[in-house]
């Protein structure tokens, strides 16, 4: 029996922003983004590249204005694709982990595929701005993505002095354990993981 096509096509448009993302869970790690901010664009093509997940993202917003509003929203939209695209979450591995050392930065983030979003953030830069955006953007898109993606979240950058290496590795270890977390696992024969049959809910699952 052939794995089922996990692919997701989202559109989230407002007053402040408008927003397409396709994603293809079973990707090679292709990426199209323009979100209109360069170094989001950088981080999202890292999130592709090293998940393995294609995504396509193309976003306008009031950056003009400013770029919370789109650094949020891109968030929940990939984050909405990438949970419509999981479905049911059957026969997925559930968790996931990486350990990223970027040069003298190194981050550690663990996620649980669970349905229940949350977000834990221990991540403090030693610059407010990086590369034309606010530091605290940052802790925005995770946010967002995770309650959107439906993740357990944990990120944690144990040390470092550059604020683009911590970041950086902040992106990539969410790409590595995403990728463990959502990878089929042929001795699940595609059932929830879940003692619940359902994930979602309840803390016990």
């Known amino acids: 029996m052939s794995q089922p096509t996990r692919t997701a096509r989202v559109e989230r448009v407002t007053k402040e922003t408008s927003i397409t ?3 293809d869970l079973d990707g ?3 990426s199209r983004i323009a979100t209109g901010i360069g170094f989001l664009d950088h ?3 890292q999130l592709s590249r090293h998940s393995l997940i294609d995504i396509e993202c193309a976003a306008k917003g009031d950056i003009d204005v400013t770029l919370h509003h789109t ?3 891109t968030g929940i939209t990939i984050g909405e694709a990438v949970s419509k695209a999981l479905g049911e979450r059957r026969g997925i591995r559930r968790y996931g982990s990486a350990v990223i050392p970027m040069d003298e930065a190194c981050a550690r983030v663990s996620l649980d595929a669970s349905n229940r979003p949350y977000l834990i953030w221990r991540v403090t830069f030693p610059r407010p701005r990086l590369d034309g955006m606010d530091t605290e953007h940052f802790k925005e898109w ?3 993505f995770a309650q959107a993606a439906g993740l357990t979240l944990h990120v944690e950058v144990m040390y470092g002095e550059n604020s683009h290496h911590m970041i950086e590795a902040c992106y990539k270890g969410l790409a590595r354990a995403l990728r463990q977390a ?3 696992d042929p001795r699940m024969a595609g059932e929830v993981p879940s003692t619940k049959g359902v994930l979602g809910g309840s803390l016990e699952a």
Do not use: K, N
Request: proline share 6%; charged share 30%.
């Open 182 to 184: 959502i990878e089929p």
């Open 21 to 23: 993302v396709v994603v």
């Open 28 to 30: 090679s790690g292709r």
């Open 142 to 144: 995770f946010q967002a």
């Open 43 to 45: 981080m999202l093509e």
């Open 71 to 73: 650094v949020e929203d």
